[in-house]
């Protein structure tokens, strides 16, 4: 699995970039936000329970992280097809703010590390990644656990102050000073 300090994998993956049927589909590229953080979240597949709740969690701070000049990506190891039917069937997904990347050869989340060994699907794996390609943050939770898009901006957050940040630091917050 990748990890801080590892290049984030070029990509160029069909995307649902809106609910619009006729201007719905994309190719997103890792070169598409450069010079730009990127916040790349996987869930295992459409249709389920938990997945919905992040993504809605991750849309309803797409303003903050897009305040930050982060570019928000979501990926599932379903097809773009797929991820628009969800978006039309589950009312809390039609109005996503950002594009949903269909790894439905699963090359993205494979480079990544995140493909469950027994589901062959994605993990609930976020990475953040700074503008130059890098890898800066990694988080990986079980298919059963959602996560906290409220602590990937804290993070996101602290990786641009560049200080250190102690525990719970929040934005706004003084930073330590080095001895």
Same mark, same amino acid.
């Given at each position: 699995?990748? /990890?801080?300090?590892?290049?984030?994998?070029? @990509?160029?993956?069909?995307?649902?970039?809106?609910? *619009?049927?006729?201007?719905? @589909?994309?190719?997103? /590229?890792? +070169?598409?936000?450069?010079?730009?953080?990127?916040?790349?979240? &996987?869930?295992?597949?459409? @249709?389920? &329970?938990?997945?919905?709740?992040?993504?809605?969690?991750?849309?309803?701070?797409?303003?903050?992280?897009? *305040?930050?000049?982060?570019?928000?990506?979501?990926? %599932?190891?379903?097809?773009?097809? =797929?991820? +628009?039917?969800?978006?039309?069937?589950?009312?809390?997904?039609?109005?996503?703010?950002?594009?949903?990347?269909? *790894?439905?050869?699963?090359?993205? %989340?494979?480079?990544?590390?995140?493909?469950?060994?027994?589901?062959? =699907?994605?993990?609930?794996? /976020? @990475?953040?990644? *700074?503008?130059?390609?890098?890898?800066?943050?990694? $988080?990986?939770?079980?298919?059963?656990?959602?996560?906290?898009? $409220?602590?990937?901006?804290?993070?996101?957050?602290?990786? $641009? %102050?560049?200080?250190?940040?102690?525990?719970?630091? #929040?934005?706004?917050?003084?930073?330590? #000073?080095?001895?």
């Amino acid at each position: 699995m990748l /990890t801080v300090g590892d290049k984030f994998p070029a @990509f160029a993956l069909k995307a649902v970039t809106s609910g *619009d049927p006729k201007a719905a @589909f994309e190719t997103v /590229t890792n +070169a598409s936000d450069r010079g730009k953080w990127l916040v790349v979240f &996987f869930w295992p597949k459409d @249709f389920t &329970f938990v997945c919905p709740t992040e993504i809605v969690g991750f849309n309803d701070l797409a303003g903050a992280f897009g *305040d930050r000049d982060a570019e928000l990506l979501g990926v %599932s190891t379903d097809s773009e097809y =797929v991820h +628009a039917a969800w978006r039309r069937h589950h009312e809390d997904l039609a109005g996503v703010k950002f594009p949903w990347l269909a *790894d439905l050869k699963r090359e993205l %989340s494979a480079a990544a590390g995140v493909l469950d060994k027994t589901e062959g =699907v994605a993990l609930r794996a /976020t @990475f953040i990644v *700074d503008p130059a390609g890098i890898v800066r943050y990694v $988080q990986v939770n079980d298919l059963s656990v959602g996560r906290n898009p $409220q602590e990937v901006l804290r993070t996101l957050d602290a990786l $641009q %102050s560049d200080e250190l940040c102690p525990c719970n630091w #929040q934005k706004g917050e003084p930073t330590l #000073q080095a001895a």
